[in-house]
């Protein structure tokens, strides 16, 4: 039997229940496929879920998230980390509703022409909602792949050796159901680590099982280690409690997250002297015990906190300020590193007259 119509046989009597799927025979929502492809990147099911939910409650089509306020929406994604693709799925929404009518067009190359769709969600949402024979390769698919044609050459320099063969499996008819019933296997058989070999149906063709090497598929590069970088963020709190929050650029890494104001990140520790100048007023600055340490995909941060209280009585300041007292902190888009920080310093900085 021709490997997509086993694959395919298994799923129909296997396939995983999932928030965004549709029952079989349903068409699918190109919104729901979008959305839920944007947020699994580098998070899992079980995470998402709620928070698709959540999201569907709130903006139930694309034309409503397209007409929501990026705070809004920055706000809904806390907790999912990697917020450029908060950034990205807003612009992403406004462009399809202003220049393809609100739906998102069936074609890789106009897919990937928006902001925060690549290779791989493209093919996802060409395959999945629109039923195009497209080739969807995520971590998942690989390891199949890896394990299925026995490929030792380590990721990342095997992946496009990956694609092309996964692209030559790629059939034409249920190319939706057959991207997902790829990853599905992935996700529950042909899993990291003690694969179930036994209730594959690529078993008997799969040369990494033949050759007892399945588990050990596929190879991968050592990791190198991540840098540290050191920074010092201030927590100023008025004669009313209220502390100041800042909001990032819009561009970049957290861009447009609330967060304290903080030194530029670099290579070498700050000393507090030298820190305060970056400070956003000239106070009796404090340095709280420890630092607070946080890791992001290719670095790890390491933050001092100075604390100080201040007279100001107003709420002016530089363009982005935010006062806030610490009880309303959640009405605004923290990323973990600043709920981390505010968690840190409210401890220790509990309100008027701490210090």
């Known amino acids: ?3 997509a119509q086993a694959l395919l046989g298994w799923y129909d009597r296997h396939r995983r229940r ?4 549709t029952e079989p025979g349903a068409r699918p929502d190109p919104y729901r496929v979008w959305l839920s492809e944007i947020m699994l990147q580098q998070t899992t ?3 998402v879920a709620g928070y698709f939910q959540r999201f569907l409650e709130r903006w139930p089509t694309l034309e409503a998230l397209a007409h929501a306020e990026l705070d809004e929406v920055l706000h809904a994604w806390q907790g999912l980390g990697y917020y450029a693709r908060a950034r990205n799925l807003h612009a992403c929404a406004r462009r399809v509703q202003a220049e393809h009518g609100g739906c998102l067009p069936p074609e890789e ?3 990937r022409a928006l902001p925060g769709i690549g290779r791989y969600t493209a093919a996802a949402i060409a395959a999945i909602a629109h039923d195009r024979p497209a080739t969807v390769v995520d971590g998942n698919v690989e390891r199949v792949i890896a394990r299925l044609r026995a490929v030792e ?3 990342p320099t095997a992946k496009p050796t990956l694609y092309a063969l996964a692209a030559e499996l790629t059939p034409e008819t249920r190319p939706g159901d057959y991207a997902q019933a790829l990853m599905d296997l992935g996700a529950t058989v042909c899993t990291p680590r ?11 063709a799969c040369e990494g099982h033949a050759r007892g090497m399945a588990d050990t598929l596929p190879r991968r590069l050592p990791k190198r280690p991540r840098p540290l970088r050191h920074g010092v963020s201030f927590w100023l709190m008025r004669a009313d409690g209220a502390v100041l929050l800042r909001r990032r650029p819009e561009t970049g890494l957290l861009g447009g997250m609330i967060e304290l104001p903080t030194t530029p990140w670099r290579d070498q520790p700050w000393g507090l002297a030298e820190a305060t100048a970056h400070a956003p007023e000239a106070c009796r600055w404090q340095a709280l015990p420890e630092p607070v340490r946080h890791g992001f995909t290719h670095f790890e941060i390491e933050l001092l906190v100075a604390a ?3 007279d100001a009585a107003s709420d002016g300041g530089e363009d982005g300020d935010i006062w806030c007292p610490p009880a309303r902190f959640s009405e605004h888009a923290l990323p973990t590193l600043t709920r981390k920080l505010v968690r840190y310093a409210a401890r ?3 309100g008027p007259g701490s210090g």
């Open 153 to 155: 050459t380590p990721l």
């Open 18 to 21: 999932l928030p965004w799927r």
């Open 308 to 310: 100080a209280e201040t």
């Open 194 to 204: 003690n694969p179930g070999c036994l209730a594959c149906p690529w078993r008997d």
């Open 45 to 47: 099911v079980p995470v």
């Open 348 to 350: 220790h900085r509990s």
């Open 109 to 111: 190359k106009a897919l």
């Open 1 to 3: 039997m021709h490997l």
